[in-house]
Protein backbone atom coordinates (compact mmCIF):
# COMPACT_ATOMS: atom_id res chain seq x y z
CA UNK A 1 0.00 0.00 0.00
CA UNK A 2 1.27 2.73 -1.09
CA UNK A 3 -1.27 5.10 -1.22
CA UNK A 4 -2.26 7.43 1.96
CA UNK A 5 -5.50 6.37 3.43
CA UNK A 6 -8.33 8.27 1.87
CA UNK A 7 -9.36 11.04 5.01
CA UNK A 8 -12.80 10.80 5.18
CA UNK A 9 -13.16 14.77 5.55
CA UNK A 10 -16.30 16.56 7.14
CA UNK A 11 -18.13 18.86 4.35
CA UNK A 12 -19.59 21.22 7.11
CA UNK A 13 -20.80 23.88 4.89
CA UNK A 14 -23.14 21.27 3.09
CA UNK A 15 -24.73 20.18 6.46
CA UNK A 16 -26.18 21.87 9.90
CA UNK A 17 -27.41 20.79 13.43
CA UNK A 18 -28.67 21.32 16.63
CA UNK A 19 -26.37 18.72 17.69
CA UNK A 20 -22.43 19.18 18.77
CA UNK A 21 -20.17 16.95 16.49
CA UNK A 22 -18.41 14.13 18.16
CA UNK A 23 -14.90 14.43 16.95
CA UNK A 24 -13.23 11.06 18.06
CA UNK A 25 -9.20 11.41 17.44
CA UNK A 26 -6.04 9.84 19.20
CA UNK A 27 -3.56 10.69 15.97
CA UNK A 28 -4.12 14.64 14.91
CA UNK A 29 -2.93 15.57 11.54
CA UNK A 30 -0.59 18.07 10.47
CA UNK A 31 -0.31 20.23 6.86
CA UNK A 32 3.99 20.14 6.51
CA UNK A 33 6.60 19.03 8.77
CA UNK A 34 7.12 22.44 10.06
CA UNK A 35 3.57 22.51 11.78
CA UNK A 36 4.47 19.18 12.92
CA UNK A 37 8.00 20.26 14.83
CA UNK A 38 6.35 23.18 16.34
CA UNK A 39 3.36 21.28 17.77
CA UNK A 40 3.98 21.37 21.30
CA UNK A 41 3.67 25.48 21.05
CA UNK A 42 0.26 24.81 20.31
CA UNK A 43 -0.49 22.53 23.23
CA UNK A 44 -2.65 25.12 25.04
CA UNK A 45 -4.50 26.73 22.10
CA UNK A 46 -4.96 24.37 19.37
CA UNK A 47 -4.70 20.59 19.01
CA UNK A 48 -1.62 18.38 19.28
CA UNK A 49 -2.48 14.65 20.12
CA UNK A 50 -5.98 13.28 21.32
CA UNK A 51 -5.16 13.44 24.90
CA UNK A 52 -5.44 16.74 25.20
CA UNK A 53 -8.59 17.42 23.40
CA UNK A 54 -10.55 17.51 20.51
CA UNK A 55 -13.15 20.37 18.86
CA UNK A 56 -16.07 17.98 20.87
CA UNK A 57 -13.57 18.53 24.23
CA UNK A 58 -13.04 22.28 23.84
CA UNK A 59 -16.71 23.16 23.40
CA UNK A 60 -17.52 21.43 26.29
CA UNK A 61 -14.51 23.39 28.12
CA UNK A 62 -15.87 26.96 26.61
CA UNK A 63 -19.08 26.17 27.68
CA UNK A 64 -18.04 25.28 31.36
CA UNK A 65 -15.97 28.09 31.53
CA UNK A 66 -18.97 30.13 30.54
CA UNK A 67 -20.49 28.71 33.34
CA UNK A 68 -18.01 29.36 35.84
CA UNK A 69 -17.82 32.61 34.85
CA UNK A 70 -13.58 31.73 34.36
CA UNK A 71 -11.54 32.37 31.20
CA UNK A 72 -10.31 28.75 31.27
CA UNK A 73 -11.22 25.10 31.42
CA UNK A 74 -9.34 21.64 31.36
CA UNK A 75 -11.48 18.84 31.60
CA UNK A 76 -10.54 15.35 33.20
CA UNK A 77 -11.92 11.99 33.10
CA UNK A 78 -14.18 11.92 36.58
CA UNK A 79 -14.42 14.44 39.18
CA UNK A 80 -12.09 12.82 41.50
CA UNK A 81 -9.75 13.09 38.50
CA UNK A 82 -10.05 16.72 38.10
CA UNK A 83 -9.18 17.09 42.03
CA UNK A 84 -5.68 14.88 41.86
CA UNK A 85 -4.85 16.69 38.62
CA UNK A 86 -5.16 19.83 40.74
CA UNK A 87 -2.66 18.39 43.16
CA UNK A 88 0.10 16.60 41.14
CA UNK A 89 -0.03 19.87 38.80
CA UNK A 90 0.77 22.21 41.59
CA UNK A 91 2.86 20.50 44.69
CA UNK A 92 6.15 19.33 44.88
CA UNK A 93 7.56 17.49 48.13
CA UNK A 94 8.26 20.18 50.91
CA UNK A 95 4.78 21.63 50.21
CA UNK A 96 1.90 22.00 52.84
CA UNK A 97 -1.45 21.58 51.67
CA UNK A 98 -4.61 22.35 53.91
CA UNK A 99 -7.74 19.44 53.00
CA UNK A 100 -11.01 20.88 54.61
CA UNK A 101 -12.14 17.70 57.36
CA UNK A 102 -15.33 17.19 55.25
CA UNK A 103 -14.00 16.77 51.64
CA UNK A 104 -14.78 13.93 49.31
CA UNK A 105 -13.41 11.31 50.85
CA UNK A 106 -11.44 10.01 47.86
CA UNK A 107 -9.56 13.47 47.79
CA UNK A 108 -8.89 12.88 51.69
CA UNK A 109 -6.84 9.43 50.76
CA UNK A 110 -5.20 10.64 47.81
CA UNK A 111 -3.92 13.24 50.00
CA UNK A 112 -3.34 10.95 52.74
CA UNK A 113 -1.93 7.66 51.10
CA UNK A 114 -0.58 9.36 47.64
CA UNK A 115 0.45 13.06 48.49
CA UNK A 116 2.24 12.34 51.78
CA UNK A 117 4.15 9.77 49.74
CA UNK A 118 5.96 11.94 47.50
CA UNK A 119 6.53 14.68 50.30
CA UNK A 120 4.04 16.98 50.71
CA UNK A 121 2.50 17.84 53.97
CA UNK A 122 -1.40 16.86 54.32
CA UNK A 123 -3.45 18.19 56.96
CA UNK A 124 -7.42 18.69 57.41
CA UNK A 125 -8.68 21.26 58.89
CA UNK A 126 -12.26 22.34 60.41
CA UNK A 127 -14.87 22.95 57.74
CA UNK A 128 -16.53 25.23 60.02
CA UNK A 129 -13.02 27.40 60.16
CA UNK A 130 -13.39 31.09 58.73
CA UNK A 131 -10.81 33.85 59.03
CA UNK A 132 -8.81 31.74 61.87
CA UNK A 133 -7.69 29.55 58.89
CA UNK A 134 -4.93 32.12 58.78
CA UNK A 135 -3.52 30.65 62.10
CA UNK A 136 -2.83 27.24 60.07
CA UNK A 137 -0.91 28.46 57.50
CA UNK A 138 2.33 28.19 57.07
CA UNK A 139 5.08 29.45 54.94
CA UNK A 140 5.08 26.69 53.11
CA UNK A 141 1.44 26.05 52.70
CA UNK A 142 0.55 26.06 48.99
CA UNK A 143 -3.43 25.13 48.63
CA UNK A 144 -6.40 24.97 50.46
CA UNK A 145 -8.73 23.08 49.54
CA UNK A 146 -12.74 23.75 50.18
CA UNK A 147 -15.56 22.31 49.63
CA UNK A 148 -19.35 23.95 50.51
CA UNK A 149 -21.18 22.27 51.49
CA UNK A 150 -18.78 19.48 52.76
CA UNK A 151 -19.57 15.87 51.83
CA UNK A 152 -21.96 13.72 53.70
CA UNK A 153 -22.37 16.04 56.77
CA UNK A 154 -22.97 19.04 54.84
CA UNK A 155 -20.79 21.57 56.48
CA UNK A 156 -20.83 25.10 55.00
CA UNK A 157 -17.77 27.09 54.81
CA UNK A 158 -16.77 30.66 54.82
CA UNK A 159 -15.39 30.79 51.78
CA UNK A 160 -15.01 34.71 51.28
CA UNK A 161 -12.93 34.61 54.81
CA UNK A 162 -10.68 31.72 54.22
CA UNK A 163 -10.02 33.57 50.11
CA UNK A 164 -9.04 36.49 52.15
CA UNK A 165 -6.58 34.77 54.15
CA UNK A 166 -5.28 32.66 51.48
CA UNK A 167 -4.97 35.77 49.40
CA UNK A 168 -2.77 37.81 51.99
CA UNK A 169 -0.52 35.01 52.48
CA UNK A 170 -0.32 34.33 48.64
CA UNK A 171 -1.66 30.62 49.05
CA UNK A 172 -3.91 29.48 46.15
CA UNK A 173 -7.69 28.26 46.77
CA UNK A 174 -9.41 25.05 45.55
CA UNK A 175 -13.09 24.40 45.90
CA UNK A 176 -14.83 21.61 45.42
CA UNK A 177 -17.95 23.18 44.01
CA UNK A 178 -19.98 19.85 42.46
CA UNK A 179 -22.99 20.73 44.94
CA UNK A 180 -23.78 23.68 43.88
CA UNK A 181 -22.49 23.71 40.49
CA UNK A 182 -21.95 26.84 38.60
CA UNK A 183 -25.73 27.43 38.96
CA UNK A 184 -24.88 28.16 42.70
CA UNK A 185 -21.96 29.65 43.31
CA UNK A 186 -19.43 31.04 41.14
CA UNK A 187 -16.13 30.28 42.78
CA UNK A 188 -14.00 31.72 40.06
CA UNK A 189 -15.91 35.12 40.42
CA UNK A 190 -16.04 35.18 44.17
CA UNK A 191 -12.49 35.05 44.00
CA UNK A 192 -11.67 31.00 44.49
CA UNK A 193 -8.19 30.33 42.33
CA UNK A 194 -9.34 26.96 40.64
CA UNK A 195 -13.06 25.49 40.80
CA UNK A 196 -13.77 21.72 40.23
CA UNK A 197 -16.75 20.06 39.16
CA UNK A 198 -17.82 16.23 39.53
CA UNK A 199 -19.31 17.05 36.04
CA UNK A 200 -20.60 13.28 36.43
CA UNK A 201 -23.11 14.96 38.65
CA UNK A 202 -25.05 17.94 37.50
CA UNK A 203 -23.83 18.92 34.06
CA UNK A 204 -24.13 14.76 32.67
CA UNK A 205 -27.18 14.62 34.48
CA UNK A 206 -27.87 11.30 33.74
CA UNK A 207 -25.74 8.73 36.07
CA UNK A 208 -24.28 7.51 32.66
CA UNK A 209 -20.75 9.03 32.39
CA UNK A 210 -17.49 10.00 34.54
CA UNK A 211 -16.07 13.43 33.92
CA UNK A 212 -14.29 16.71 35.68
CA UNK A 213 -13.72 20.53 35.12
CA UNK A 214 -11.03 22.30 36.66
CA UNK A 215 -12.15 26.19 35.70
CA UNK A 216 -9.60 29.20 36.58
CA UNK A 217 -8.96 32.96 35.44
CA UNK A 218 -5.50 32.35 35.61
CA UNK A 219 -3.30 31.42 31.97
CA UNK A 220 -0.29 30.67 34.03
CA UNK A 221 -2.50 27.77 36.26
CA UNK A 222 -4.51 26.83 32.99
CA UNK A 223 -1.23 25.85 31.10
CA UNK A 224 -0.26 23.93 34.16
CA UNK A 225 -3.17 22.16 34.17
CA UNK A 226 -2.90 21.77 30.41
CA UNK A 227 0.54 20.22 30.58
CA UNK A 228 -0.60 18.15 33.64
CA UNK A 229 -3.36 16.80 31.50
CA UNK A 230 -1.03 15.49 28.73
CA UNK A 231 2.16 14.45 30.44
CA UNK A 232 -0.14 12.02 33.08
CA UNK A 233 -2.87 10.73 30.00
CA UNK A 234 -5.95 12.42 31.79
CA UNK A 235 -7.57 11.73 28.06
CA UNK A 236 -11.25 12.87 28.65
CA UNK A 237 -13.95 10.56 25.86
CA UNK A 238 -15.39 13.07 23.41
CA UNK A 239 -18.33 10.76 23.44
CA UNK A 240 -18.65 11.56 27.36
CA UNK A 241 -18.29 15.26 26.61
CA UNK A 242 -21.24 15.07 23.96
CA UNK A 243 -22.87 13.71 26.26
CA UNK A 244 -21.68 16.21 29.00
CA UNK A 245 -22.89 18.87 26.49
CA UNK A 246 -26.76 17.51 25.85
CA UNK A 247 -27.10 17.25 29.40
CA UNK A 248 -26.39 21.23 30.17
CA UNK A 249 -28.71 21.77 27.81
CA UNK A 250 -31.31 20.48 30.24
CA UNK A 251 -29.38 21.88 33.55
CA UNK A 252 -30.91 24.67 34.42
CA UNK A 253 -34.15 23.48 34.26
CA UNK A 254 -33.02 20.11 36.01
CA UNK A 255 -31.35 22.13 38.77
CA UNK A 256 -34.32 24.16 39.42
CA UNK A 257 -36.89 21.23 39.90
CA UNK A 258 -34.45 19.01 41.74
CA UNK A 259 -33.49 21.88 44.31
CA UNK A 260 -37.01 22.67 44.60
CA UNK A 261 -37.90 19.00 45.64
CA UNK A 262 -34.97 18.65 48.15
CA UNK A 263 -35.92 21.31 50.17
CA UNK A 264 -39.63 19.97 50.35
CA UNK A 265 -38.10 16.94 51.07
CA UNK A 266 -35.38 18.28 53.99
CA UNK A 267 -38.94 20.23 55.53
CA UNK A 268 -40.67 16.91 55.54
CA UNK A 269 -37.81 15.06 57.36
CA UNK A 270 -37.12 18.21 59.69
CA UNK A 271 -40.65 17.49 61.04
CA UNK A 272 -40.22 13.74 61.23
CA UNK A 273 -40.53 12.25 64.68
CA UNK A 274 -37.96 9.43 63.36
CA UNK A 275 -35.32 11.98 62.61
CA UNK A 276 -32.45 13.73 64.82
CA UNK A 277 -31.34 16.01 62.23
CA UNK A 278 -31.42 17.52 58.77
CA UNK A 279 -27.81 18.20 57.13
CA UNK A 280 -28.90 20.77 54.47
CA UNK A 281 -27.81 24.16 54.16
CA UNK A 282 -30.95 25.80 52.47
CA UNK A 283 -33.00 24.65 54.88
CA UNK A 284 -33.08 27.45 57.58
CA UNK A 285 -33.14 24.88 60.61
CA UNK A 286 -29.11 24.01 59.29
CA UNK A 287 -26.44 25.34 60.89
CA UNK A 288 -25.14 26.45 57.83
CA UNK A 289 -28.04 28.52 56.84
CA UNK A 290 -26.45 31.55 56.67
CA UNK A 291 -23.38 31.07 55.42
CA UNK A 292 -25.11 29.66 52.65
CA UNK A 293 -28.01 32.56 52.19
CA UNK A 294 -25.06 34.96 52.22
CA UNK A 295 -23.20 33.80 49.08
CA UNK A 296 -25.32 31.18 46.93
CA UNK A 297 -26.97 31.63 44.54
CA UNK A 298 -29.14 28.33 44.48
CA UNK A 299 -29.07 24.75 46.78
CA UNK A 300 -28.23 21.60 45.63
CA UNK A 301 -30.21 17.88 45.41
CA UNK A 302 -28.27 16.26 47.98
CA UNK A 303 -29.20 16.12 51.42
CA UNK A 304 -27.99 14.21 54.57
CA UNK A 305 -30.15 13.32 57.96
CA UNK A 306 -29.20 11.80 61.08
CA UNK A 307 -31.99 9.29 61.92
CA UNK A 308 -32.99 8.98 65.54
CA UNK A 309 -33.09 4.92 65.20
CA UNK A 310 -29.41 3.72 64.61
CA UNK A 311 -29.88 -0.18 65.08
CA UNK A 312 -28.67 -2.30 61.73
CA UNK A 313 -31.88 -3.98 61.99
CA UNK A 314 -33.60 -0.27 61.46
CA UNK A 315 -31.23 0.72 58.72
CA UNK A 316 -32.04 -2.23 57.11
CA UNK A 317 -35.36 -1.93 57.14
CA UNK A 318 -36.07 1.52 56.34
CA UNK A 319 -33.31 0.49 53.24
CA UNK A 320 -35.54 -2.74 52.37
CA UNK A 321 -38.70 -0.72 52.64
CA UNK A 322 -38.11 1.95 50.24
CA UNK A 323 -39.73 1.40 46.51
CA UNK A 324 -38.78 5.00 44.57
CA UNK A 325 -35.25 5.74 46.21
CA UNK A 326 -33.07 3.35 45.23
CA UNK A 327 -29.93 2.24 46.70
CA UNK A 328 -26.47 3.83 45.58
CA UNK A 329 -23.84 6.02 45.72
CA UNK A 330 -23.64 8.95 43.42
CA UNK A 331 -25.91 11.85 42.92
CA UNK A 332 -27.30 14.76 39.96
CA UNK A 333 -28.90 12.14 38.11
CA UNK A 334 -32.76 12.23 37.09
CA UNK A 335 -33.90 9.34 39.86
CA UNK A 336 -33.47 9.53 43.38
CA UNK A 337 -31.16 7.61 45.34
CA UNK A 338 -30.37 6.97 49.13
CA UNK A 339 -27.07 5.42 50.62
CA UNK A 340 -25.94 5.03 53.99
CA UNK A 341 -22.18 5.90 56.19
CA UNK A 342 -22.27 4.37 59.43
CA UNK A 343 -21.19 6.19 62.16
CA UNK A 344 -18.09 5.05 62.53
CA UNK A 345 -17.09 6.93 59.00
CA UNK A 346 -17.72 10.20 60.93
CA UNK A 347 -16.24 9.47 64.20
CA UNK A 348 -12.80 8.57 61.86
CA UNK A 349 -12.52 12.31 61.09
CA UNK A 350 -10.87 14.59 63.25
CA UNK A 351 -13.57 17.88 63.03
CA UNK A 352 -16.69 15.87 62.57
CA UNK A 353 -19.57 17.44 64.56
CA UNK A 354 -21.94 14.64 63.41
CA UNK A 355 -22.64 11.55 65.62
CA UNK A 356 -24.00 8.47 63.92
CA UNK A 357 -24.98 7.23 60.98
CA UNK A 358 -26.15 9.14 58.36
CA UNK A 359 -28.87 8.20 55.09
CA UNK A 360 -27.70 10.46 52.03
CA UNK A 361 -30.76 11.33 49.91
CA UNK A 362 -30.14 12.51 46.21
CA UNK A 363 -32.99 13.54 44.71
CA UNK A 364 -33.87 13.05 40.81
CA UNK A 365 -36.96 14.23 38.59
CA UNK A 366 -39.86 11.64 40.32
CA UNK A 367 -43.17 14.09 41.67
CA UNK A 368 -41.94 15.33 44.98
CA UNK A 369 -45.08 14.03 46.68
CA UNK A 370 -44.37 10.47 45.42
CA UNK A 371 -40.48 10.94 47.35
CA UNK A 372 -42.45 12.15 50.43
CA UNK A 373 -44.74 9.23 50.25
CA UNK A 374 -42.34 6.78 49.82
CA UNK A 375 -39.78 8.15 52.89
CA UNK A 376 -42.74 8.36 55.02
CA UNK A 377 -43.88 4.47 54.62
CA UNK A 378 -40.04 3.80 54.79
CA UNK A 379 -38.97 5.81 58.18
CA UNK A 380 -42.40 4.01 59.51
CA UNK A 381 -41.25 1.10 58.39
CA UNK A 382 -37.84 1.61 60.31
CA UNK A 383 -39.36 1.66 63.50
CA UNK A 384 -42.18 -0.64 63.18
CA UNK A 385 -39.96 -3.00 66.20
CA UNK A 386 -36.98 -1.96 68.22
CA UNK A 387 -35.00 -4.77 68.05
C1 LIG B 1 -18.40 16.37 46.09
C2 LIG B 1 -17.80 15.39 45.13
N1 LIG B 1 -16.64 15.71 44.54
C3 LIG B 1 -16.05 14.87 43.66
C4 LIG B 1 -16.61 13.67 43.35
C5 LIG B 1 -15.92 12.75 42.38
O1 LIG B 1 -16.56 12.75 41.16
P1 LIG B 1 -16.46 11.49 40.19
O2 LIG B 1 -17.45 10.49 40.66
O3 LIG B 1 -16.77 12.06 38.84
O4 LIG B 1 -15.05 11.02 40.28
C6 LIG B 1 -17.82 13.29 43.94
C7 LIG B 1 -18.45 11.98 43.63
O5 LIG B 1 -19.30 11.49 44.31
C8 LIG B 1 -18.43 14.18 44.85
O6 LIG B 1 -19.59 13.87 45.48
Not at 56 to 68: D, G, P, S, V
Not at 200 to 228: C, M, N, P, Q, V
Request: proline residues 5%.
Amino acid sequence: MTEKAPIVGPRMNDFRSLSPAVWRASTVLFDNIADFTSRKERVYDGYTYGVTGTPTTRALEERIAQLEGARFCVTAPSGQAALCQVGLALLSAGDHVLIADSAYGPLRTFAQDYLQRFGVQCETYDPCAGAEIAQLIQPHTKLIFMESPGSLTMEMQDIPAIVQAAKAAGVLTVLDNSWASPLGFQGVVAGVDIVVEAASKWFGGHSDLLLGSIATDSRALYEKFRTAQSVLGQAVSPDDCFLALRGLDTFALRYTHQCASALAVAELLACHASVTSVLFPPHPGDHGHARWAASFQGGGSVLSFVPAFQSGAQMHRFFEALQVFQIGASWGGVHSLAAYYPGTEQAKRKHCQVIGGIVRLAIGLEPVEKLALDLKQALQNAILRTD
